[in-house]
């Protein structure tokens, strides 16, 4: 079975540093996308950034450039969010989420198929009060 | 960047009635390989998000038949054909040409 296990709950305050995590199982994790969405208090989803884990690309949405490290540790197939100094206003649940896509290959050319952000993990819940 | 929005914001059905969700992008979502790159996402309450459609039509393993996507270039619906009290959630459209994507605000849907 496909799954994303998330690091527990988080309570930090205003100024410190945090590290979450994101376990993946039951499929090749170096090759596939795995991002972070975040969702603030009785907010919307919201794209922090995505990494592959294959070459170790990373994109960031441009809210969150700067603000945020994603990083992967291929050889426990675990991707991670970063924060050097916390803010109240980084309280919010952090979900991970795998984006699928196929590849085959046909006469020397390799195509490429999209099935969705098809995995989610169960949500880390951070919270950042003094 | 593209920016997605959704209408209505708030949707009150009656069980057993339609449905339907509009998603607008500010840029055509049709890529060279003609596909359109727009998806739908169901968050339930107190759960994680989970994909309905992607590609604009195609259903994601396991959805019910009772729901439908159509649209292309910048225009796109989500239909349920009869909703069920289960359906009720914030419903996301997403676009997927770039990566990471960005999401509409969300609409809520809520039994009447």
């Known amino acids: 079975e496909v799954q994303l296990v998330q690091s527990g709950a988080e309570v930090k305050k205003p100024g410190e540093s945090l590290k979450i995590s994101c376990k993946a199982s039951g499929y090749s994790f170096s090759s596939y996308w795995i991002g972070w969405v975040r969702q603030m208090p009785g907010k919307g989803l919201e794209w922090m950034g995505i990494?592959?884990?294959?070459?170790?690309?990373?994109r960031y949405s441009p809210s969150f450039q700067g603000q945020v490290t994603i990083s992967a540790d291929k050889s426990i197939s675990t991707a991670y969010l970063q924060w050097s100094s916390l803010k109240a206003s980084d309280t919010a649940i952090y979900y991970c989420?795998?984006?699928?896509?196929?590849?085959?290959?046909?006469?020397?050319?390799?195509?490429?198929?999209?099935?969705?952000?098809?995995?989610w993990g169960h949500g880390t819940t951070v919270t950042v009060s003094s | 960047d593209i920016v997605m929005t959704q209408s209505p914001l708030s949707l009150p059905v009656t069980p057993g009635e339609p449905a339907s969700i509009s998603c607008r992008s500010s840029?055509?979502?049709?890529?060279?390989?003609?596909?359109?790159?727009l998806d739908w996402y169901l968050q339930k309450p107190g759960q994680s998000p989970q994909l309905l459609i992607y590609l604009a039509s195609s259903r994601a393993s396991g959805v019910p038949d009772r729901f439908s996507g159509s649209g292309s270039g910048t225009d796109f619906t989500l239909k349920i054909s009869r909703v069920e009290a289960e359906d009720v959630g914030v419903y996301y459209c997403m676009e997927a040409l770039q990566t990471p994507g960005t999401f509409g605000q969300g609409t809520k849907l809520e039994i009447k």
């Open positions: 840029q055509s979502l049709l890529y060279s390989d003609g596909h359109n790159y």
């Open positions: 989420a795998r984006r699928r896509v196929e590849s085959s290959t046909s006469s020397g050319k390799v195509f490429y198929f999209y099935y969705g952000i098809d995995v």
């Open positions: 990494i592959y884990p294959g070459d170790f690309d990373t």
